[in-house]
Structure formats: structure tokens, C-alpha cells
């Protein structure tokens, strides 16, 4: 045991004015969807370039929507990546369509874009890559093949809050983008998400989907002409995002100090003294939502063996992001088997998160890379 405080992998930061906020809102007599989320959605709308923006309760929720926007459903297939949090092809089948997987790069651990062009049938519809730890993917790339095969794109960009492609925020350009407030993530709400549109006519559709498909004319009139569910965010969310905000930039400014950090602490010779491998030094891009290693294979149970480890032996605390989607019970029942996307399989069982959050010091980087050193060396 170590007599050092416990280290979570990730920990939100609310400030007092957000706090204080939250009971304004509790006080105001309006609790549920109104003007905060109202302000939250145009300042959103304004970061990321004018596009409309609509706020959801969650990011698993908004990506449906975007695909039921889309007009994605039964008999379409939708590419996606093996690596990632399920919701991401939960929502594919929740829409009725079908998840097809394409196998990841085991540089960037996302969606390997040859092999998402080489799945593409004539039976595709949309494209829903994830931009893993905050990471996009070749954004040029990945917009040339859906032009080319006039597909529809709805970018799980759940953890690219503040991401950037060519000097671009990930959100600024595109079809859909979808992020999650989800309590790890970046910028949080507790829980909550946005979908970043094109049209008034995709937001006017995100409203109804949002809340059971209503729309409303006069004072005592209301239509229902799609299925909708109960997705809104409630102010007292809306207001916790408008407090983030004021952050956001600060945040993203200290997760890169805090990734260059881990990267001059690991040095050049720890990938070649362990057989570890770091993640890819993308400071143009990433917002550095989660730092991951993959860990040298040392059989079955390398991962958890390290994981309790680090916490047993250094009360540092690290996850997984993630295990692969298709081995799962409800994957291998719809077909899908192992050895079907190796590259997905071999990361999923030995990639690890290492702590990284807004209030971390260059100090605890260094507690973190020494106790990965010492774990790794025996
Ligand atoms: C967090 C996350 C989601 C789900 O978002 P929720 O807000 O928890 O519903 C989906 N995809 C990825 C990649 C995520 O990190």
C-alpha cells in the first residue's frame, strides 16, 4: 500500500459560480427545458460556427436522433467502429438498421478509413466513426468517401469537445456531430449531450424527436406526425454547461500541458524498455479527453493485473476504453465472432486509461509514469 492520496483516471471540475448557479436555477421556479437551455444552446451554436445546436440528456440519445434525422432505419447498414463505448452501435440498432464493423489502425485506434471505404455496399447508408480520446479522425478523408458514395456521416464526437482538425473545431464543419456532457467528459453537464445540424429543418426534426414528436400551433394546439421520446435537458443541466463553458478553454490548454508532460516523463526509451505503446503525439488536434497506453501482451489478465496494480501498490486509479463491441453477448448473437477485426481485439484487451483530468498537476503525471514504469519492469 501507498501512503500517497488516491488518483482517480478522470474527476469533473464544477466551480462556486456553476454551483451557485445551479441554485439560482433551483430557485427560479424553472426547473425544466427553458431559457438556460435556451442560452447554453445558442452559445454552443456560436462555438462552433454558427451551426444550430440542439441539447439532449444524453450523448448516447443525441447520435440516435441524428441517425433517425438522417431517415437511417431498417434494412440500411451503418459503418461504425468495434472500439468504443456500446452506445455507439446501440443506437444503429436501435434505429432498426444494421451495425456493420470495420476493423481500427493501431496507431490512432480509430475507424482504419480504408477499411471503412472497403465495407461500404450498396446497402449503406451512414457512417458514424468515433473520435477516440478525443482524437478525429483524417476529417478529408473521411468526407471524400461519404461524398463519393453520397453517404450521410453522424460523428460520435462525444469525447472531441474542443477537439480541432486544421485549425477547425471538430463541430464547425461537417454533417452531424454529436457530443456527450456525460460526467467524464470534457465539458460536462452530469449528463446530457448536443447534436451540431446544418438545417433549421434537421433542428426543427431534433426538437420534435426530443420531446415524443410533439409540435405545437396556437396556444391549444398540438400534432404528433413522428415517434419522439424524452430527451430534453432541464435547466438545472443547461446551467452547469453554461458554467463549463467559461472553461472549457482552460481545460483543453491544461490537458495538452498535462499530455506534453507524460510524453517528455515517458521519455523515448519507454516504448522500446517495456513494449508499451503511446498514443500519438497529436498536438494540432486532440483535446487530450483520455490518455491511453496499450500494454506489452503478457497473456490473459495482462490488463487487470496492471490495473489492480496500479491500484493496490501506487492507489492510482486507471479504466479501459474500450473493450471490443462485437465480442459482446449481444454481437456474437447477432453473428459476429472473434478474429473478425484482430487490430480491435488485440487493443481491446490491452489498452489502458491513465489519469487525466483539468485539476491534475505535472507532479501527479510523474506519480503516474513512475508507477506504470516500476508495474511494467516486473
Ligand atoms: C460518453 C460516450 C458516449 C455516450 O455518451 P452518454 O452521454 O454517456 O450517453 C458515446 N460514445 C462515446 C465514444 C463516448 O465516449
Redesign the pocket.
Known amino acids: 500500500m501507498t501512503a500517497e492520496t488516491f488518483l482517480p483516471f478522470s474527476r469533473p471540475t464544477i466551480d462556486e459560480a456553476t454551483i451557485a448557479s445551479v441554485g439560482d436555477v433551483l430557485r427560479s421556479g424553472w426547473i425544466t427545458t427553458g431559457p438556460k437551455n435556451a442560452a447554453f444552446e445558442s452559445q454552443l451554436s456560436e462555438y462552433f460556427g454558427g451551426r444550430p445546436v440542439r441539447t439532449f440528456n444524453?450523448?448516447?440519445?443525441?447520435?440516435e436522433i441524428a441517425l433517425r434525422i438522417a431517415g437511417i432505419g431498417k434494412g440500411d447498414e451503418v459503418i461504425t467502429t468495434p472500439i468504443?463505448?456500446p452506445?455507439?452501435s446501440a443506437v444503429i440498432l436501435e434505429v432498426g438498421a444494421t451495425p456493420v464493423f470495420a476493423d481500427i489502425d493501431p496507431v490512432t485506434r480509430n475507424i482504419d478509413l480504408d477499411k471503412l471505404e472497403a465495407a461500404i455496399t450498396p446497402r449503406t447508408k451512414a457512417l458514424l466513426p468515433?473520435f477516440?480520446s478525443g482524437l478525429p479522425v483524417d476529417m478529408d478523408r473521411l468526407y471524400a468517401i461519404a461524398r463519393k458514395h453520397n453517404l450521410r456521416v453522424v460523428e460520435?464526437a462525444?469525447?472531441a469537445f474542443g477537439s480541432l482538425w486544421q485549425g477547425k473545431r471538430i463541430g464547425a464543419f461537417g454533417d452531424f456531430s454529436s457530443f456527450?456532457?456525460?460526467v467524464?467528459?470534457n465539458l460536462t453537464t452530469g449528463?446530457?449531450?448536443c447534436l451540431v445540424m446544418n438545417t433549421p429543418e434537421e433542428a426543427r426534426l431534433a426538437e420534435k424527436y426530443r420531446l415524443q414528436g410533439v409540435t405545437r400551433s396556437g396556444v391549444d394546439g398540438i400534432d404528433v406526425d413522428v415517434l419522439g421520446g424524452k430527451y430534453n435537458m432541464s435547466d438545472i443541466m443547461a446551467v452547469i454547461g453554461l458554467g463549463q463553458m467559461k472553461t472549457i478553454a482552460a481545460v483543453t490548454a491544461q490537458r495538452r500541458k498535462l499530455a506534453e508532460h507524460y510524453f517528455a516523463a515517458f521519455g523515448t526509451d519507454f516504448e522500446s524498455a517495456t513494449g508499451a505503446q503511446l498514443p500519438v503525439q497529436a498536438f494540432d488536434t486532440s483535446n487530450w479527453h483520455l490518455f491511453q497506453i496499450i500494454l506489452p501482451d503478457r497473456g490473459p489478465g495482462t490488463r487487470a493485473d496492471f490495473m489492480t496494480r496500479m491500484q493496490k501498490e501506487h492507489n492510482i486509479g486507471t479504466g479501459y476504453?474500450y473493450a471490443a463491441i462485437h465480442l459482446f453477448t449481444l454481437y456474437r448473437e447477432l453473428g459476429f465472432k472473434e478474429g473478425m477485426f484482430p487490430i480491435a481485439e488485440k487493443i481491446g484487451r490491452l489498452t489502458v486509461t491513465l489519469p487525466m483530468f483539468y485539476t491534475m498537476t505535472t507532479q501527479d503525471v510523474e506519480r503516474v509514469v513512475a508507477a506504470t514504469r516500476k508495474v511494467l519492469a516486473a
Open positions: 444524453s450523448g448516447t440519445c443525441t447520435m468504443s463505448w452506445a455507439t468515433v477516440l460520435d462525444a469525447q456527450s456532457f456525460q467524464n467528459k449528463e446530457g449531450g476504453h
